[in-house]
């Protein structure tokens, strides 16, 4: 899993039909000092979080199909949880 | 899942045969800002986009879910059509 900060929401009225209901988020991929590494993705919300929160993102279908809680999801992201703190020691 | 814009389509007549009836789009991944991240790619699309619109896609095995029963060898599909984004 990844940690990345949420940057924006997306709004798709023509999507696939397993993504109804489903919340989609814009997030940006942070390294451990919290700079950004590489280009924001697109992740469901399984967990209602907000703009600016960071969060714990998982990139893998299946785990990101099971977040949504829908089998065969056309989805590789998945906010998984709200990170309160991360603590890196040297 | 990416941002990406729709910059082309492919046209293959001989293929795998479960691509058989799939249209494939030629995307260009995008930041937030709109500017490309990263090169081109080829996509199948399962909701119908064209060229010029903006859309979300997912890499991987799932790409090939909405065509489900059938497992058309992809690795890249378009799933939606963005409305618009907003940037907090």
Do not use: C
């Not at chain 2, 903006?54 to 890249?76: C, I, W």
């Amino acid at each position: 899993m990844q940690i990345g900060r949420v940057v924006g929401t997306v709004v798709s009225t023509q999507k696939h039909r397993k993504f109804e209901g489903a919340k989609l988020m814009l997030v940006q991929p942070l390294n451990v000092d919290d700079t950004p590494r590489g280009t924001a993705v697109l992740a469901i919300d399984g967990v209602g979080a907000g703009v600016d929160e960071k969060v714990l993102v998982v990139m893998e279908g299946r785990a990101a199909g099971e977040a949504l809680g829908k089998n065969a999801a056309p989805v590789d992201a998945a906010i998984v949880g709200i990170i309160d703190a991360v603590e890196v020691s040297d | 899942m990416q941002l990406a814009r729709v910059i082309g389509d492919v046209v293959a007549t001989r293929k795998d045969e479960n691509l058989t009836g799939i249209t494939l789009l030629v995307l260009q991944p995008l930041t937030v800002d709109r500017q490309p991240a990263g090169r081109p790619l080829v996509a199948v699309d399962a909701v119908g986009a064209g060229v010029g619109e903006e859309v979300f896609f997912v890499r991987g095995k799932e790409a090939s879910f909405p065509f489900y029963p059938a497992e058309p060898p992809v690795d890249a599909g378009v799933v939606g059509i963005v409305d618009h984004w907003d940037l907090g």
